[in-house]
């Protein structure tokens, strides 16, 4: 027998053009679109790497099925319209056909195909794979071989599908079989993968915190570093790749950071940092001071807090983002708080919320999808705490735990132990045991040191309130509590 290989799944006739879709984009350029897709995609805490070559490539039927991801925002973009409506074809027709195909010699139609129909055009995006998307991924994207086996670099042997939930190991294929082989110079594939990979582990720390990401996502670093090596076919995939590598390196600097590894964080930071210096990055460089200047912070260095979050500014002011540079304020209202210093707290405070409700802009980077109103008083809360003002906190943790989008559950979970620890030390032991509870509930689906130990000093300053209602049923939950049950498949079990 032959060995298999990847077969051409060219269609026998040409995609048929998407004209709804076409008309729905209106006057505007595929670039101007692609921005608008982006920013829709911003407001419904989805992330997509939306730009004109992909609305190119809906319009001209090449994409026959969105994935998952860009359902729903195009869906939000249009209310009240079917993906039928926006001229794609029903997702039950297209689903899973690439996976059958993209290893058999060609066939005839199978049962409810129609002759001639391009197996795989459009294979949806799996939402339980971390990894798969429109672009890399497609049958019919011109180097497609290349990508599918640069996907498999990014994650290790044991099955096509990643599971989100399921937080396996998110790392390269055996070093040994690539050590054989001759670095080749990466192109446009290489660069969309790294810049995916980026994406879904700061997806899966939204979901479910760091603790069991961090070893793991090791690995697709050194994956990216390597690619770097080995050089890139052009200039600007170059740039691409370095800015994915800074990236990275600051998303696996912030799992070890939530993870409570602060020296490996520090690390990644500085790797980050000297990637942006060495390619000129300026929003590279204000990422990799911001992580920075939250990490001195918690690693009890204030003053390093305050410089490193000036420094940030100073990067960020000529990119155009009043976002960015609202956060990075708080950042360095952090760092007062921790050296007591109140007026120099809510000076930064005040500028931060200023800059904030000067609203979004198309300059925002896509790593601040996190940072909104819940984010914004979370971070003000932990001020105030620092500060002792356990009543401003605990008004402020409460804000954000209400107000933060579902999806990010990790970020649900530090606000209301947040909360917790402010209430317990206002003297409200009740209120704190009750919102302690609901930590203790999410727990199964977060795994973060850093909430863990929040939770745990929560505990220690309710002990003498233990007759207060529901403060014993916490400690006692508290105590007898073994860590998050292992997921599988989108749950626990």
Not at 137 to 151: F, I, K, Q, T, W
Not at 162 to 187: I, M, N, Q, S, W
Request: hydrophobic residues 40%; positive net charge; charged residues 25%.
């Amino acid at each position: 027998m032959t060995s298999s290989t990847v077969t051409s799944s060219q269609p026998d006739r040409p995609p048929r053009p998407n004209l709804a879709f076409r008309r729905l984009r209106g006057p505007r350029s595929p670039a101007e679109f692609a921005a608008l897709v982006r920013r829709a995609a911003r407001e419904i805490g989805e992330r997509v790497s939306c730009d004109a070559r992909y609305v190119g490539r809906v319009e001209a039927g090449e994409i026959r099925c969105p994935n998952y991801a860009y359902e729903r925002v195009f869906l939000h973009m249009f209310p009240g319209r079917t993906l039928t409506d926006l001229g794609f074809v029903p997702r039950s027709s297209v689903r899973g056909r690439a996976a059958r195909t993209a290893v058999a010699a060609p066939r005839g139609p199978a049962p409810g195909e129609t002759a001639g129909e391009p197996h795989g055009a459009a294979e949806p995006y799996d939402p339980r794979d971390p990894w798969q998307n429109d672009h890399a991924n497609h049958p019919n994207h011109p180097n497609h071989e290349e990508s599918d086996v640069l996907r498999r670099a990014f994650m290790t042997g044991g099955g096509a599908t990643v599971a989100a939930a399921t937080l396996a190991p998110l790392g390269l294929a055996p070093a040994a079989a690539a050590a054989d082989r001759p670095p080749r110079r990466a192109g446009a594939p290489e660069a969309m993968a790294l810049e995916e990979a980026v994406r879904r582990i700061r997806l899966l720390d939204d979901r479910h915190g760091a603790d069991g990401l961090y070893r793991r996502a090791a690995a697709p670093l050194r994956a990216a570093y390597a690619l770097l090596d080995a050089g890139a076919t052009r200039q600007t995939t170059a740039d691409r790749l370095h800015a994915g590598a800074g990236e990275l390196a600051i998303s696996v600097g912030w799992l070890a950071h939530d993870s409570g590894r602060f020296d490996d964080a520090r690390s990644h930071y500085a790797e980050a940092l000297a990637t942006a210096r060495m390619t000129g990055d300026a929003g590279l460089e204000a990422h990799a001071f911001c992580n920075t200047a939250f990490l001195a912070r918690d690693a009890g260095r204030p003053r390093e807090a305050v410089r490193a979050a000036q420094a940030a500014q100073r990067a960020a002011r000529p990119l155009g983002s009043d976002r960015l540079l609202s956060l990075l304020a708080l950042r360095e209202a952090g760092g007062w708080a921790g050296l007591a210093d109140r007026t120099g707290c809510e000076r930064a405070l005040a500028r931060a919320q200023a800059l904030f409700e000067r609203g979004r802009a198309d300059a925002d980077p896509e790593w601040m999808s996190f940072y909104g109103e819940a984010e914004l008083a979370g971070l003000e809360a932990q001020c105030w705490s620092a500060l002792g003002d356990w009543r401003r906190a605990s008004r402020q943790a409460r804000r954000a735990a209400q107000a933060q989008d579902p999806h990010f559950t990790r970020n649900i979970a530090l606000y209301t132990a947040e909360l917790a620890d402010d209430l317990a030390r206002e003297g409200r032991p009740d209120e704190a045991a009750e919102a302690g509870l609901r930590v203790l509930a999410l727990l199964d689906q977060v795994q973060s040191s850093r909430i863990q130990g929040m939770l745990a000093g929560t505990a220690r300053v309710l002990l003498p309130h233990r007759r207060a209602s529901g403060v014993a049923e916490f400690l006692d939950r508290h105590a007898s509590y073994k860590g998050p049950r292992p997921v599988r498949d989108g749950g626990p079990v």
